[in-house]
T-cell receptor, first 111, second 113 residues
Framework: QKEVEQDPGPLSVPEGAIVSLNCTYS??????FMWYRQYSRKGPELLMY????GNKEDGRFTAQVDKSSKYISLFIRDSQPSDSATYLC???????????FGAGTRLTVKP | KAGVTQTPRYLIKTRGQQVTLSCSPI?????VSWYQQTPGQGLQFLFE???????NKGNFPGRFSGRQFSNSRSEMNVSTLELGDSALYLC????????????FGPGTRLTVL
């Protein structure tokens, strides 16, 4: 079993839709949770970073963490064609910078 | 502030050769991590260097090695290249603190023929 499970998609939605991206993880030692966005031929860029259970909002993006279920989500409101990219969830342990990534979900937002 | 830079951006090698990739972190960052990204395996952690010392290591064979210089720049070396080493190699820099976040470079696309 992978430490981080993420549905690779692909996911295609119309412009303006609400997008829900999800990951599950297995090891509770990982306490920091990130979402990265990766455009084609580019490196991943950090979108959201959270530590505690609950929601964290940043503009159209909301990261949600449920530590009891080991479930993390990213919601994108009013999706735009420019949101078309691969979204990677990542988890990081408390004591070091060892990170584990999900496989990434490829999202396409159609105009 | 300039971002993470990686050189070269593209590289073609043949089996059995060796290759060295370079990464310059964001100014002031002392941690550099290396990742391999492939369509099949996704993003996999190779190793992390902090203040010229390898601090963490992923599950890769000894053909993959790295080092970090006093100016925090890092190099990654792969010896005896195999076809399966074809991948995007990404480096990420961070401050190295316990709650550090990482900022990725654009990657080096390595193709092994």
């Amino acid at each position: 079993q992978k430490e981080v499970e993420q549905d690779p998609g692909p996911l295609s939605v119309p412009e303006g839709a609400i997008v829900s991206l999800n990951c599950t993880y297995s090891n509770s030692a990982f306490q920091y949770f990130m979402w990265y966005r990766q455009y084609s031929r580019k490196g991943p860029e950090l979108l959201m970073y959270t530590y505690s259970s609950g929601n964290k909002e940043d503009g159209r993006f909301t990261a949600q963490v449920d530590k009891s279920s080991k479930y993390i989500s990213l919601f994108i409101r009013d999706s735009q064609p420019s949101d078309s990219a691969t979204y990677l969830c990542a988890i990081m342990s408390v004591n070091n910078n060892d990170m584990r990534f999900g496989a990434g979900t490829r999202l396409t937002v159609k105009p | 502030k300039a971002g993470v830079t990686q050189t070269p951006r593209y590289l073609i090698k043949t089996r059995g050769q060796q290759v060295t990739l370079s990464c310059s972190p964001i100014s002031g960052h002392r941690s550099v991590s290396w990742y391999q990204q492939t369509p099949g395996q996704g993003l996999q952690f190779l190793f992390e260097y902090f203040s010229e010392t390898q601090r963490n290591k992923g599950n890769f064979p000894g053909r993959f090695s790295g080092r970090q210089f006093s100016n925090s720049r890092s190099e990654m070396n792969v010896s005896t290249l195999e076809l399966g080493d074809s991948a995007l190699y990404l480096c990420a820099s961070g401050t190295g603190g316990g709650t550090d976040t990482q900022y990725f470079g654009p990657g080096t696309r390595l193709t092994v023929l």
